[in-house]
T-cell receptor, first 112, second 115 residues
């Protein structure tokens, strides 16, 4: 069974700080990686995707991928209370596109 | 209107009843999925379909069945509901492999309670 592991949290950071969310995955052939944000009672929405080793930046969000270590992270700079949500890491099994395996999510709380 | 629409949004039923959750999409995607979400367990895949004639079991298909009536419609059935099927159910879609990013687009969810 392919696995995606995340710390469940909750992770609490003060407003303006950097929030660091981590994810490890077991499938060495995985080629694409996704971070979804889910507000309580709402559906997940994609915030970042990354396919190559290194960093990918989009506004206040940076995804970091290290395929050798099977590790992907999400950094949120200048955290805002509106960033308070559960962040889900997702990986397609077997390196294919299609259905995703999700981690259990990390709950982030940004305190004003 | 939402691109991925689920009905009903909320449903309370009794053990042993047959329940159908419906999903329709206007995104023109070939691929459709049903996930369930339980507190502390994340999203788990029930069934997925890569086109109208292709249906595949996911991680937790026991007790569920699906029907892909058209490219835009994918329904999930619980033939005889049991209390541990109480969960939040999400339908999702994605583009086909060629040219697709792999991103899933989710419906708003259907909250099912089985008493």
């Amino acid at each position: 069974q392919k696995e995606v592991e995340q710390n469940s949290g909750p992770l609490s950071v003060p407003e303006g700080a950097i929030a660091s969310l981590n994810c490890t995955y077991s499938d060495r052939v995985s080629q694409s990686f996704f971070w979804y944000r889910q507000y309580s009672g709402k559906s997940p929405e994609l915030i970042m995707s990354i396919y190559s080793n290194g960093d990918k930046e989009d506004g206040r969000f940076t995804a970091q991928l290290n395929k050798a270590s099977q590790y992907v992270s999400l950094l949120i700079r200048d955290s805002q209370p509106s960033d308070s949500a559960t962040y889900l890491c997702a990986v397609p099994p077997g390196g294919s596109q299609g259905n995703l395996i999700f981690g259990k999510g990390t709950k982030l709380s940004v305190k004003p | 209107d939402a691109d991925v629409t689920q009905t009903p949004r909320n449903r309370i039923t009794k053990t042993g009843k047959r329940i159908m959750l419906e999903c329709s999409q206007t995104k023109g995607h070939d691929r459709m999925y049903w996930y369930r979400q339980d507190p502390g367990l994340g999203l788990r895949l029930i069934y997925y379909s890569f086109d109208v004639k292709d249906i595949n079991k996911g991680e937790i298909s026991d007790g569920y069945s699906v029907s892909r009536q058209a490219q835009a419609k994918f329904s999930l059935s619980l033939e005889s509901a049991i209390p541990n099927q109480t969960a939040l159910y999400f339908c999702a879609t994605s583009e086909s492999l060629a040219g697709g990013t792999g991103e899933l687009f989710f419906g708003e969810g259907s909250r099912l309670t089985v008493l």
